[in-house]
């Protein structure tokens, strides 16, 4: 991979992994509620697991959904349910000091595995391996494009989580806790809507 065609994919691949999306609103979440080191398997699992879908997509299943585009349908419907669900779960957290007690942020196979049903993540996977992996690299290329988009998004879903915690103690008020707890909700629902207008 040359220096010019690294620089570009590193930089897409921070701008699609820094911007607001269903990883890093879940992330910045648990951060609020649940503090930096119960987040890290959950973030883990978003970095890793997303650099395995883009591995995979590289490998060939992106074909797959150029030739059976109802598959990436069947992968759609089961992500706008969990979606719903995980709003749920974080409109109605407990406040940090009940949450450390008794809270379950998302594990690492969790996160790892909801990288499979998250658009986002697919089509950020796509575009990464059809528009910068080297032409003719074959496997190595799709390991390369995958490797770039671990090591960045590591530092990506981290700053959220760690955003998460900074605004812990502001949220120490049960008010203010309720309206970040369901604006994060909101937002993470609003991110269906393309979802929905891409499946209409």
Known sequence: MTPDLLTALAAFAFVASITPGPNNLMLMASGANFGWRRTVPHLLGVSLGHGFLVLVLGL?????????????????????????????????????????????????????????????????????????????????????????????????????????TQVRRWLASPARLRVFNWTMAALLVLTLVPIVLDLA
Do not use: H
């Open 60 to 164: 060939g299943l992106a074909r797959v959904f150029d030739a059976y585009p109802q598959a990436r349908t069947l992968l759609t419907l089961p992500c706008a349910a969990y979606l719903l669900w995980l709003a749920w779960k974080i409109a109605n957290a407990a406040p940090p000091e009940e949450a450390s007690a008794k809270g379950t942020p998302l594990t690492f196979l969790q996160a790892a595995a909801f990288q499979w049903v998250n658009p986002k993540a697919v089509y950020m996977g796509i575009t990464a391996q059809t528009t910068y992996a080297p032409q003719g690299a074959g496997w190595t290329g799709a390991v390369a494009v995958a490797g770039v988009f671990i090591c960045v998004n590591i530092v990506s879903v981290n700053t959220w989580a760690m955003g998460g």
